[in-house]
């Protein structure tokens, strides 16, 4: 009894310290969001402290200064932001939102960092007052609220509560002609005059404008003429304050002067006319000491153009309609010149897309765009496939960068990124890592993520190389032309139209080290490429390999593969092709693994897998995978409806059947019947363990169907031992949807006869999972539980040698368990069945490394997942031991789970959206986070009111009022209006 209790409480301060050490090891925080704000629907820019602010349709806001500068928060309530309003270098914001309310925002210093804080808020009641239209004066003291029943109200924002003077409809309509009294409509734009912050002009929807003066309470100008189209959609002041342009919605625009109110200076202009065109949304009257510029949004011919989402600039004789895949939702003009100027001088033109935002440089000749140092449009076309590369040597860096600075250097202005407000706190990171998006469109693109603002650095186009089915439709609208006029000019790089789906990126591998980049597609392609720093003609070589060659009744009923170019290709500097594999069946690639100092190439889909020598350009091994009574596929699921829905009837009987069974057991029946699984079973219990404990949840066997139970899930490459007594050897461990392993020993040559004697293949084990779920990921460990590195780590000093001295072993994660086998005799030595305890299956599967916090070298091995209903769960490795486990994700974002990567020190990036990736981090010492600084010059901000001090009352027991040495001392937060916190 002693005994016992003494090691229960060794085993007590063990489990504590071990709980101590998590700490120091394990976290988990989403870091940062990368990419382009999922449906924007408000923007704003603060010209002093030169920030931009984008709102969405779920109620988060976006602040964005210089790369690196991020804040961001979200509203309580999910709700649209309809108009955004900085109050210029003070480091604050209002919004407004759908539900008629308006808040107050702050950017303060929190834990040593600027974080944005909502502060105040404020809503308006009623049908008539739904604020319409907003509109921040100079002085900053007020902000004025048009409604929808014509009332215009103002909101004090020292106070954040509405003032009691009004600007009433009545009072505006005394000197405005009958025709206008009854119903002038909702307050559709309120501009302030340039030169007299007192004056308004007040536009209402029914196309009347009238010139106010709040001062005097006083309607100075009426501005009606027959001839103006009625309904009214934006204004804008001339610098000089004589004349204003009001826009309309048939796309026309007018010129007033403000002192005749008679009639327009000029008549109406319809830009795009004589035909019906749409609203001219919003317009902006901007001068310069030449000619001045008109910008405006909308406006397009309705019959032709109608479909176009475009931003028109003119200035003289130059006229562009810059054109956008996506609805624009806003546009402004970034100057340098204050109110007292004489010119506006507008350089930059910002325009939010739905989709992308875009910025164009109206200093430069021909107004080219801005390269995105941030807010890139990740989804440029549709992400299929992602992969994170860390600690990138330098040689392949500066090429691939040199590379993209080359390709955009065409189409983009060398003037500084306009918006470069705040400061950022955080170091230069000390490795740089980079992440490859494939795309649909057969695209890949690679991304800075070694700090927060996440930059494209260069992309590649596999297109180039393949026939497509719209060549001929390109080539012929290139004859054709497009019409002069409207003079369109596409901006941007949202485009969600693919050209041929089976280009579609879905596998990508690089090796860091010898530069080969790795591409799999859709179709069953393989392209092979080299870095390559100078421009070059490419005759691409190409090699089939069939994959069901053994099986002479195989029907492919999926689409046809991509034809390479046969001529010659001329690519630019960077990744150039240098081979192409083609499977055959074209099915889709959904593994792959090199191992780029052998140089040899394993290919899986969903008929088996292939391993290729780009040395020798030799197929040195094709295994299919199909079961031999399935001999139609397509490579994405069944066929036939009817044949499904038959088979799992039956199987639903089947399981009922079971059921009852198992419920009521007959006599006979001492033992369930096991049938025999003609390959090695590597879960089959133990003698004397059950099948399924009591507590768990019994997993039975699954069935799947045809081609799906074919397909490869995983593939890799290892220098491990497959033999008793014989020593380490290269090998391909495989792992397919319905629980099968094949593992393959692989002989090479001599290095001196590399070239000319073949590599030879061997089927060395083949094992079955019983449950046959599919097998996600597999690695093979060391002597020290370490993973194998690659070759090219060890070689150039990145990596550790491994331990080839003691047992290795192997981890077999399948969707429902985890298993460590010791090699070579695959006998289990650790377990854990996932599904069966926690009632969730696995999804992603990373082998991380988890450094402490504290202690740089205590390091350890864990397998990282993210599962079926969103947690993240980090094992340890050999024991399998379940260290922490996050809800990260909802169990409905089903592309958010499927995209999860993991890097190899506990970072993890997944889809949040179509146009952002989160990152997020598992470990306590890795994280990549914005940590910036917002620093306000003295007094920016406003003294906050007086707040009324509390009454002193007399002591209820009559003791009296205490002296000043007795009184407690009082502690009193203030919060400087600097964005500083303390006590005084």
């Not at 826009?247 to 830009?271: R, V």
């Not at 980079?434 to 260069?458: I, K, Q």
Request: one cysteine or more; a negative charge.
């Amino acid at each position: 009894m002693l005994k016992f209790a003494k090691t229960r409480f060794k085993r007590g301060a063990t489990d504590a310290e071990r709980e101590k050490l998590k700490q120091e090891l394990f976290t988990f925080k989403k870091t940062v969001e990368h990419g382009f704000p999922h449906r924007p629907s408000a923007v704003a820019f603060d010209p002093e402290m030169k920030l931009l602010a984008i709102g969405t349709r779920s109620g988060l806001i976006k602040i964005y200064g210089q790369p690196g500068v991020e804040f961001s928060a979200r509203h309580s309530v999910e709700s649209q932001i309809i108009r955004l309003f900085f109050l210029p270098n003070e480091g604050r914001l209002i919004s407004l939102l759908d539900d008629n309310s308006l808040h107050l925002w702050e950017v303060n210093i929190k834990d040593g960092k600027s974080v944005l804080e909502e502060v105040k808020d404020f809503s308006l009641e009623g049908r008539l007052k739904k604020i319409s239209v907003c509109c921040l004066p100079s002085t900053q003291e007020h902000l004025f609220l048009g409604t929808e029943g014509g009332n215009i109200y103002l909101l004090d924002v020292k106070t954040f509560q509405l003032l009691d003077h009004i600007i009433y409809q009545d009072v505006v309509m005394q000197n405005v002609p009958d025709d206008y009294k009854a119903n002038p409509g909702a307050v559709e734009a309120i501009a302030e005059h340039p030169t007299d912050s007192n004056k308004l002009l007040i536009g209402y929807n029914r196309g009347l404008i009238v010139l106010w003066d709040n001062k005097s309470c006083n309607a100075e100008q009426t501005y009606v003429a027959p001839q103006v189209p009625p309904q009214l959609e934006s204004l804008a002041w001339h610098r000089s304050g004589d004349q204003f342009m009001s826009a309309h919605a048939d796309g026309s625009y007018c010129i007033w002067n403000s002192a005749d109110a008679s009639k327009p200076a000029q008549n109406a202009t319809i830009p795009y006319g004589p035909f019906p065109c749409k609203a001219i949304n919003k317009i902006q009257w901007l001068t310069t000491k030449s000619e001045p510029f008109i910008a405006f949004s909308g406006g397009m011919p309705r019959a032709s153009y109608g479909d176009r989402h475009c931003v028109t600039v003119m200035q003289g004789k130059t006229h562009v309609v810059f054109d956008f895949t996506s609805r624009v939702v806003d546009f402004f003009t970034i100057g340098d010149t204050d109110r007292e100027c004489e010119w506006d001088d507008p350089h930059t033109l910002v325009v939010l897309a739905e989709e992308e935002l875009v910025l164009m440089d109206l200093q430069s000749e021909g107004w080219p765009t801005f390269r995105m140092p941030y807010l890139s449009s990740l989804h440029s076309s549709a992400i299929t496939c992602s992969s994170v590369q860390t600690n990138v040597p330098d040689q392949l860096w500066d090429k691939i960068v040199a590379a993209g600075d080359t390709q955009m250097a065409a189409n983009h202005t060398s003037r500084e990124w306009p918006i470069e407000g705040g400061s950022v706190l955080s170091e230069t990171p000390a490795s740089k890592d980079l992440l490859l998006t494939g795309h649909e469109d057969g695209s890949v693109r690679f991304w800075d993520v070694s700090t927060p603002a996440l930059r494209l650095l260069y992309k590649l186009d596999t297109k180039a190389y393949f026939s497509t089915h719209d060549d001929s439709e390109v080539v012929a609208a290139a004859d054709a032309g497009e019409e002069d006029w409207p003079p369109f000019r596409k901006v941007g790089t949202f485009d969600p139209y693919s050209d041929d789906p089976r280009l579609g990126v879905q596998k990508i591998m690089l090796c860091p080290w010898s530069g080969t980049l790795v591409l799999a597609g859709t179709a069953g392609q393989v392209v092979l490429m080299d870095m390559n720093t100078e421009e070059a003609e490419v005759d691409l070589e190409v090699t089939t390999v069939n994959i069901v060659n053994d099986r002479d009744g195989f029907v492919w009923k999926g689409h046809d593969s991509l034809t390479p170019r046969s001529t010659t290709v001329k690519v630019p500097a960077g990744f150039q092709a240098k081979h192409l594999v083609q499977c055959t069946p074209p099915a889709s690639v959904t593994a792959l693994a090199n191992h780029s100092e052998n140089q040899l190439l394993a290919i899986g889909t969903s008929h088996g897998f292939s391993i290729f020598d780009y040395l020798q350009k030799k197929v040195i091994l094709t295994k299919c995978t199909l079961n031999p009574n399935d001999l139609s596929a397509t490579g994405e699921s069944s066929m036939s409806r009817r044949k499904s829905l038959k088979k799992s009837l039956r199987e639903s009987i089947r399981r009922l059947r079971k059921r009852g069974s198992r419920s009521t057991p007959s006599k006979k029946e001492a033992k369930p019947r096991v049938e025999a699984v003609p390959t090695t079973d590597l879960d089959a219990p133990e003698k004397g363990e059950e099948a399924a404990a009591p507590v768990q949840r019994l997993v039975e066997a699954r069935q799947p169907d045809g081609d799906m139970a074919s397909m490869v899930r995983c593939l890799v490459f290892a220098e491990t031992f497959l033999r008793e007594g014989a020593s380490a050897g290269l090998s391909l461990w495989a792992g397919t949807n319905s629980g099968g392993i094949f593992v393959y020993s692989v002989t090479m040559p001599e290095a001196d006869k590399r070239e000319e004697e073949d590599v030879v293949a061997e089927l060395g084990k083949e094992v079955q999972l019983k449950h046959r779920a599919p097998v996600v990921a597999l690695s093979v460990m060391d002597g020290s539980n370490v993973p194998l590195p690659d070759p090219m780590d060890v070689k150039h000093e990145r990596a550790d040698a491994p331990n080839m001295n003691g047992t290795h072993t192997v981890v077999v994660a399948s969707e429902e368990q985890f298993k460590v086998f010791t090699l070579p005799r695959l006998k289990e030595k650790t377990k854990y069945k996932l599904t069966a305890k926690e009632g969730v299956r696995v999804r992603k599967v990373g082998f991380t490394q988890y450094r402490s916090r504290s202690d740089e070298k205590h390091v350890e091995q864990h397998l990282s997942l993210v599962t079926n209903v969103g947690d993240f769960l980090v094992f340890s490795i050999p024991q399998l031991r379940r260290q922490v486990q996050h809800s990260c994700m909802r169990k409905e974002d089903i592309n958010g789970i499927t995209s999860t990567i993991f890097t190899r020190d506990g970072e993890a990036f997944f889809l949040l959206s179509p146009s952002e990736l989160q990152r997020c981090t598992l470990s306590a010492r890795v994280a990549v986070e914005p940590l910036c600084m917002l620093e306000l010059p003295e007094g920016a901000r406003p003294a906050p009111p007086p707040e009324p001090e509390p009454e002193v009352t007399a002591e209820a027991d009559g003791e009296g009022e205490k002296t000043e040495e007795e009184k407690p001392a009082r502690l009193e937060l203030v919060t400087c209006y600097n964005g500083r916190t303390g006590s005084c």
